[in-house]
């Protein structure tokens, strides 16, 4: 097995998306085009990756997650001449893959493939292709009577008789590497388009003595395009469908698959029953037995087993097995909420730990909060965690009682087993068992009102 790197071209305008932002950094599900074909690229077992950047390519530079290398093409005349800026990097042994950094429905298993057949055959190169109903626009693949690979001819510069057949070029290959750097110094912009094409590297390789194959894709999908918002939607189905029809497959329950939205590396457990409108992103895991959504939103968070998740949204946190979340509860980042916890109504945690049994039942606001087992929050808490320059945390500890509309003034403690007054606003430490009341009295004017309207 010889030494694989990979050229993602990612310069173009993308003109079709009529947007401010680069086409690569438009999002499938829950990350950015480039990056899927980034990530197909290293399953395929690419050593280092060099994306091609020019428009857009500071926003394109910062959105990107993977570890890669860029080289700017500052004017874009064409894939081939794309590829030229990559000399240095495409410079040695072994073989570079090129791919669009706008097909983000390719997968590692079909480059593994393509390397596979490449390196079995020992080719110059291999270029990917598959068969569509509509090829208008497409390079088309030319084969011999044998059905070997001739050329790949672009659609404005094809004959009638060329434009008839539906095998296209998808745009991905794989080159070796020393006749790829031979090649790129050999193709010219003489053409219809006045581009340097790189398809025309083919015809170099192969009249260079290399023998050079064409590798047909049987899911023409793998190599559809995003051109405009429309494909976008297309490819984002497509995705939804896979990744969905994956869980289901798995043992997950989908209401309504068409309205669930799950990341790639999302990992949902059998029994998991999901609502719609709910979406699950980034590096999250949720647990047999748990429900989620209606209408949900996690990010990076851990769903421990049998918990519910109702109209809510929890980002970078953990929820414990039997916890209820929602409906409409709002956890932020940095939560570790234990489990039988119920988080209710229109609260919102931030960046706080909460004990197992816990109640925080409805309109309650805990942030920067260390709270223990069997706490049980009234109606209309707040913890008082910023006085406009730091913020403070608040410390509850375990069966402790926190009377209604009870504002927790930070840095500040209820010791095990206190109570706080409904109506207090706490600014110092209760001990245990004590009751903290922080109101004034009640005074009842005997007679005030027909005093008053006398
Ligand atoms: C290209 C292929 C065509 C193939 C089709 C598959 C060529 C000449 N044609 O055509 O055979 O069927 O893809 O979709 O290669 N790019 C750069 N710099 C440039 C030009 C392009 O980075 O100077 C990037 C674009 O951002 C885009 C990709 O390369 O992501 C493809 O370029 P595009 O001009 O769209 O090629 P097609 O005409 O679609
Ligand atoms: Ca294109």
């Known amino acids: 097995m010889s030494v694989m790197k990979a050229v993602i071209l990612a310069a173009g305008a993308g003109t079709r998306m009529k947007s401010d932002q680069p086409k690569v950094i438009h999002k499938v599900l829950d990350r950015t085009m480039l990056d899927y074909v980034i990530e197909a690229a290293y399953e395929a077992g690419a050593s280092e990756i060099c994306v091609i950047v020019g428009h857009g390519r500071d926003a394109v530079m910062h959105t990107i997650k993977h570890p890669v290398s860029f080289v700017v093409q500052e004017e874009q005349l064409g894939t081939g001449h794309a590829v030229m800026q990559a000399q240095e990097f495409i410079q040695g042994e072994g073989n570079v893959l090129v791919l669009f950094g706008d097909t983000p429905l390719i997968t590692g298993e079909s480059l593994s493939k393509l390397k596979t057949t490449h390196e079995e055959g020992r080719h110059g190169v291999t270029v990917l292709t598959t068969r569509v109903d509509d090829p208008t626009g497409y390079g088309r693949i030319i084969r011999d009577e044998q059905g070997h690979f001739l050329k790949s001819v672009e659609h404005k510069d094809a004959e009638q008789d ?10 991905m290959y794989m080159f070796k590497a020393e006749a790829l750097s031979k090649a790129l110094g050999q193709i010219t912009n003489d053409n219809v388009q006045g581009e340097y094409y790189l398809p025309d590297t083919l015809s170099f390789i192969r009249e260079d003595g290399y023998p050079v194959e064409a590798m047909e894709l049987d899911d023409y999908t793998e190599t559809l395009g995003v051109n405009n918002k ?4 297309e490819a984002t189905s497509i995705m939804r469908k896979r990744i969905n029809y994956k ?7 989908m209401v309504d698959a068409n309205q ?8 949902v457990e059998a029994d998991v029953i999901i609502y719609p409108g709910t979406s699950i992103e980034g590096k999250s895991v949720i647990k047999a037995g748990t429900h989620i959504g209606p209408n949900s939103k996690v990010i990076d968070s851990v769903i421990e087993s049998n918990a519910t998740i109702e109209q809510s949204t929890v980002l970078s946190s953990h929820i414990g097995e039997h916890t209820t979340v929602g409906p409409y509860a709002y956890i932020r980042p940095n939560s570790e909420i234990g489990s039988h916890v119920k988080v209710g109504d229109f609260v919102e945690i931030k960046n706080a730990t909460i004990g197992d049994g816990t109640k925080i039942s409805h309109l309650t606001y805990v942030g920067d909060a260390d709270v ?3 706490v049980n929050f009234g109606c209309g808490t707040v913890t008082v965690n910023y006085d406009g320059v730091n913020k403070h945390r608040t410390t509850i500890k375990d069966h402790a009682f926190i009377g209604c509309n009870t504002n927790l003034v930070s840095p500040v403690t209820i010791e095990e087993n206190a109570y706080t007054a409904a109506g207090s606003t706490i600014t110092k430490n209760v001990p245990h068992d004590a009751l ?7 005074e009842n004017k005997i007679d005030w009102v027909k005093k008053k309207r006398h």
């Open 162 to 171: 060329e434009r008839k057949v539906n095998e296209i070029n998808s745009g």
């Open 230 to 233: 429309v494909q976008l939607f």
């Open 247 to 253: 869980h289901m497959e798995s043992g997950v329950t």
């Open 260 to 267: 669930v939205y799950i990341g790639k590396d999302v990992i």
């Open 372 to 374: 223990g087992k069997g």
């Open 436 to 442: 903290g009341i922080a109101r004034t009295r009640q």
